[in-house]
């Protein structure tokens, strides 16, 4: 299906374990984007990428890794899993249709729990 | 310290009414500000957006308003609907750049 997608949607894990959340896009976007979501926050960045093999830090990028290998794959891993990153995790992709006008298209979240 | 602000958590309409969600930010260098709208269980998706050079943007029955003297940007829904009942996130940006700082957003609730 043509989209972006994440998997899992819900992940259950526990203090220490490591943890990979994958998104997957189809539009062939240059850019990639991950989020964390929690209350009173808003969304903040924690990685992006520009093109494959070019990545670099959001606003709160402690604790995770990413890669981008292919163009349509951006995942992330959480290294040492910690109760504070017990969050939702949303995926995006983007393109350049002219100057100030893109817009980023986010996948359903990645619900994480950790125990 | 937020840089974006959305002050109401929540906020009800009467259906056919006109819905206003309001934004404050303080970063004066933000030059390009977006509007996301959010379902449950679903990611955001896009709504309107406005650049600084400009005060006013419409695009059916939403309008979003910049004044950029008060630092204040406001979402206008004529007439709400039921489908507008969703969570709505005020978004903003240096130079148009993709980094993108975010609103803690509010939940709209239209009553029928």
């Known amino acids: 299906d043509a989209g972006i997608t994440q998997s899992p949607r819900y992940k259950i894990t526990e203090t220490g374990r490591q943890v990979t959340l994958m998104c997957h896009q189809t539009w062939s976007h240059s850019y990639m984007f991950w989020y964390r979501q929690d209350l009173g926050h808003g969304l903040r960045l924690i990685y992006y990428s520009a093109a494959a093999d070019i990545t670099d830090k959001g606003e709160v990028p402690d604790g995770y890794v990413v890669s981008r290998s292919k163009t349509e794959n951006f995942p992330l891993t959480l290294e040492s899993a910690t109760r504070s990153q017990t969050s939702v995790y949303f995926c995006a992709s983007s393109t350049l249709a002219g100057e100030g006008q893109e817009t980023q298209y986010f996948g359903p979240g990645t619900r994480l729990l950790v125990l | 310290d937020q840089q974006v602000k959305q002050n109401s958590p929540s906020l009800s309409v009467q259906e056919g009414r006109i819905s206003i969600l309001n934004c404050d930010y303080t970063n004066s260098m933000f030059d390009y500000f977006l509007w996301y709208k959010k379902y449950p269980a679903e990611g955001p998706t896009f709504l309107i957006s406005?650049?600084?050079i400009k005060d006013k943007n419409e695009d059916g029955r939403f309008t979003v308003f910049l004044n950029k003297s008060a630092k204040h940007l406001s979402l206008h829904i004529v007439p709400s609907q039921p489908g507008d009942s969703a969570v709505y996130f005020c978004?903003?940006?240096?130079?148009?750049?993709?980094?993108?700082?975010w609103g803690a957003g509010t939940k709209l609730i239209i009553k029928p």
């Open positions: 978004a903003a940006s240096v130079n148009s750049n993709y980094q993108l700082i």
């Open positions: 406005i650049s600084s």
